[in-house]
């Protein structure tokens, strides 16, 4: 019998005849001997399978709209190349990820940036290289445009409302809640919408909401669509990002269609008909499509039975800052039965570096694979050096053939900016 787990693995997975875990064709045994672990791998017909799912399910339903991938979520040049190749603009928040945009050969006029604090310097990359949009959070996006943008050229801007749509996510993820961060009110959002009316360089696009991430339910997001509705008739509404992945056995997170099903419904009731539509989704564009490869560095059977490998909190801070529920399994052992009650843990030197408890796996041997599914999004985003961690990997796999699209940290790389 298949085992569970392969539901959570990209569309590309497999069991070889010996037990071994493959993807898009290539053995894990083999990934791990030429490109080492941790690796994070990922399957890159089924991340360009769900960029074009989400893109036929807007435009065939709202043909004058748009999905821009939100490159935080895995802002790897490759993976925004993929997206704009599969006919997708990018929604990037600050300069690091213009920049690598741009290196993706995205068409400037397809970029959407966001930020509550950008700064003059970034602002001005977006200036300069004449992108689509600027998401405005607040009034001093508005001055420091003002002052960037060269006679004769006209900045496009798009304003942040705060929505005051509570969700019933993980509150560090939430967004759209009265007292976030982000955007404007929609009283102070009336008055910075009539003065960038009122500017000669500053076209007043519309607006933008984003409720937060990681909603099972699309009603959460869709709630969006009224309050940005009520701040008046604009030609762009931009809906943001926000949808759920699927993590773990039990996750039931809508899909691309109810999602984009239920964001279109409340346009159809709400907004013009004839505006341009944006979504930015992020973490569901890319979860699904990749896994993280370890090797168990060591097995400790004592008040727990601790298997560690050799990643953790440097390679994903899902565990220990959203407290995310993952799945695991011995990758080179996948027909073996589970005989015990482990707990996965890191490398890293405190208690929260925890990456899946509890999990009943196969007796685990120092030297086996351990692969967790379901890794795409804001694992490679939040990767650190935390004791002196070497960054791993991403590896894109396809047809047979595997490549690093970004190579392993090194060493040197860690002392390469030592004064
Ligand atoms: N648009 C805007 C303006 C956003 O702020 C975000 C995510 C997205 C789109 C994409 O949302 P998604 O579809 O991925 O839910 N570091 C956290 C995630 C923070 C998400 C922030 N904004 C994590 O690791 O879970």
């Excluded at 994070?40 to 999905?67: C, G, H, K, M, Q």
């Excluded at 992108?131 to 996006?141: A, C, Q």
């Excluded at 997001?221 to 701040?231: E, F, N, S």
């Excluded at 961690?389 to 490549?403: L, N, S």
């Amino acid at each position: 019998m298949a085992h569970p787990i392969l539901d959570l693995f990209p569309a590309g997975a497999a069991v070889d005849p010996d037990g071994t875990l493959t993807i898009a064709g290539c053995r894990v045994d083999d990934l791990a001997r030429d490109f080492g672990t941790p690796a994070i791998v990922v399957d890159e017909a089924s991340l360009r399978a769900r960029a074009r799912e989400y893109r036929d399910a807007l435009t065939t339903r709202w043909p004058n709209a748009r999905v821009v991938f939100a490159s935080k979520a895995f802002p790897a040049t490759a993976v925004q190349r993929v997206m704009v190749e599969e006919g997708l603009g990018l929604d990037v928040a600050g300069g690091g990820e213009l920049l690598s945009a741009l290196r993706a050969g995205v068409d400037p006029a397809l970029i959407v940036m966001h930020g509550n604090a950008k700064t003059t310097e970034e602002l001005r990359i977006a200036v300069e290289a004449r992108i689509g949009l600027v998401v405005v959070d607040n009034e001093d996006d508005v001055d420091r445009l003002e002052q960037l943008v060269p006679p004769g050229v006209v900045q496009r801007v798009l304003v942040r409302i705060v929505p005051e749509v509570a969700s019933s996510t993980h509150p560090h993820v939430q967004t759209g809640q009265v007292g976030s961060k982000f955007g404007l009110t929609a009283a102070a959002a009336r008055i910075l919408i009539a003065r960038i009316e009122a500017s000669p360089v500053l076209d007043m696009r519309g607006v933008h909401a984003h409720v937060g991430s990681q909603i099972m339910d699309p009603a959460e997001l869709a709630a969006a669509v009224a309050p940005l509705a009520a701040l008046g008739t604009f030609p762009v509404y931009d809906l943001g990002g926000g949808l759920g992945a699927r993590y773990t056995y039990d996750d039931r997170p809508a899909s691309v269609d109810e999602y984009v099903g239920a964001l279109l419904a409340a346009a159809q009731e709400h907004l013009p008909a004839d505006a341009e539509l944006i979504i930015e989704p992020g973490r569901s564009m890319v979860n699904g499509s990749a896994f993280t490869l370890y090797t168990v560095t060591t097995v400790k059977r004592d008040a727990r039975t601790f298997v560690a490998v050799d990643g953790g909190m440097g390679d994903n801070l899902e565990a220990a800052m959203y407290d995310q529920r993952y799945e695991a399994a011995l990758a080179g052992r996948m027909h073996d039965e589970d005989a015990e009650d482990v707990v996965v843990v890191g490398r890293h030197c405190e208690s929260g570096d925890v990456l899946v408890d509890p999990l009943r796996l196969p007796a685990a041997r120092v030297g086996d694979l351990l692969a967790v599914p379901a890794t795409g999004a804001y694992t490679h985003t939040m990767a650190n050096n935390y004791n002196g961690y070497r960054r791993p990997p991403v590896v894109f796999v396809r047809d047979g053939e595997a490549r690093a699209v970004i190579r392993r940290e090194t060493w040197e790389d860690l002392f390469g900016r030592d004064a």
